[in-house]
């Protein structure tokens, strides 16, 4: 159902092609159908001339090699726009630093005085902070607030930092879950070892401790008392000033959505996958088959027009990945997790 008028695209195209017709291209064709007619006079487009990439880095848990994959795209795709790009990456055993793709390529850590010494060399008109993982993403921040990029008049392409911010803060998320009435489990924000351990007393026990600020899952775990817990707080902490409290709902099915959003609100669920394991067992640790295979079509369903209002309302423009919790024995469903990168990304 997603953006069906591509099908129409590809059927125009291939008849095109038959009767011997070279124009209009399928880009052409891509253009005219997923642009409004209005678009072009009533949005002021960004067409940039020199791109900076804050590339994928070492490999950690939060952005491991699906960011050299993504990375390497988006550099192809920009190459394809006549774009001119540079790209900084510290990991030399990557793809996306091979001689040849990127126009120049800087081997430097991804940290904002490094990154700010590029900017001032290069001079770039746009920045991506969507295809290098959690480092990425923190540089981005830091720039911004900082004002370095407003400094050198750089624009961020794709999401805004706003909305990272938003997606970033398991705290704010779960507050922009509720303005559209998207359910979450219960919890609580805590900012010290005593604030977890009362926040699990009025949630009760079993519960899930999520370091916040993190991707991939780093520092957290389930509690299931008050012994468990303090180990697992203090863990947290080590990561992060802020800590969430959930609500355990161990046992339900895990499933996660890929969406895309483009600028002019084009929506599609590229795919869905389900955890052969139920919550409750990291995701890394768990089979993850696509697409899901015990979801009815009503659950289906209801998931992807979560999905769709959760991107839209975030104003996401790329690609991010939305993690549910299903009740197995309802279509009860809370929003737990939420990934935003180039490609796949777990938490």
């Given amino acids: 159902m997603d953006l069906e008028l591509l099908f129409d695209v590809f059927l125009d195209t291939v ?11 399928v880009k052409e064709r891509l253009r005219s159908a997923l642009i ?3 678009a072009l006079t009533t949005t002021a487009r960004i067409h940039p001339k020199k791109v900076l990439i804050l590339g994928s880095g070492g490999l950690s848990i939060g ?3 699906e960011f050299d994959y993504s990375g390497s795209q988006a550099i192809k795709a920009l190459q394809e726009e006549g774009v001119h790009t540079v790209l900084i990456n510290p990991n030399i055993a ?9 126009d120049k390529v800087y081997f430097l850590p991804i940290t904002a005085d490094y990154v700010t010494q590029v ?12 295809f290098g993982g959690q ?8 720039l911004t607030s900082s004002k370095v990029l407003e400094q050198y008049d750089v624009k961020v392409l794709g999401t805004q930092v706003r909305s990272i911010e938003w997606t970033e803060d398991r705290k704010v998320f779960a507050d922009k879950m509720a303005e559209i009435s998207e359910a979450v489990a219960p919890s609580e924000a805590a900012f010290s070892v005593e604030q977890v351990l009362e926040a699990a007393e009025r949630l009760s026990y079993p519960v899930l401790v999520r370091a916040a600020f993190a991707l991939g899952g780093l520092g957290s775990g389930f509690a299931s008392n008050k012994e468990e817990l303090q180990v697992l707080a203090t863990s947290a902490f080590a990561h992060t000033s802020q800590v969430l409290v959930d609500k355990s709902l161990k046992g339900w099915k895990e499933v996660e959505y890929e969406v895309v959003r483009d600028a002019y609100d084009n929506c599609i669920t590229v795919c869905n996958m389900e955890n052969v394991d139920p919550l409750g067992i990291h995701t890394g640790e768990s089979i993850v088959v696509a697409p899901s295979q015990t979801l009815t079509n009503a659950e289906y369903n209801i998931l992807r027009k979560t999905a769709l209002k959760v991107i839209r309302h975030l104003g996401i423009i790329g690609e991010c990945n939305i993690q549910y919790a299903l009740n197995p024995h309802s279509q ?3 929003v737990f997790g939420f990934g935003l990168e180039g490609y796949v990304g777990c938490l």
Avoid: F, M, Y
Wanted: glycine letters at 12%; one cysteine or more.
């Fill in 332 to 334: 009860e469903v809370s």
């Fill in 94 to 102: 990557t793809v996306q630093t091979s001689r040849g793709l990127a």
């Fill in 63 to 65: 952005q491991a090699g």
């Fill in 15 to 25: 008849g095109a092609h038959k009767e011997g017709k070279t124009s209009p291209t």
């Fill in 119 to 130: 900017i001032e060399s290069e001079r770039p008109d746009g920045i991506l902070l969507t």
């Fill in 36 to 38: 409004p007619k209005n």
């Fill in 135 to 142: 480092t990425a993403l923190n540089c981005g921040i830091e």
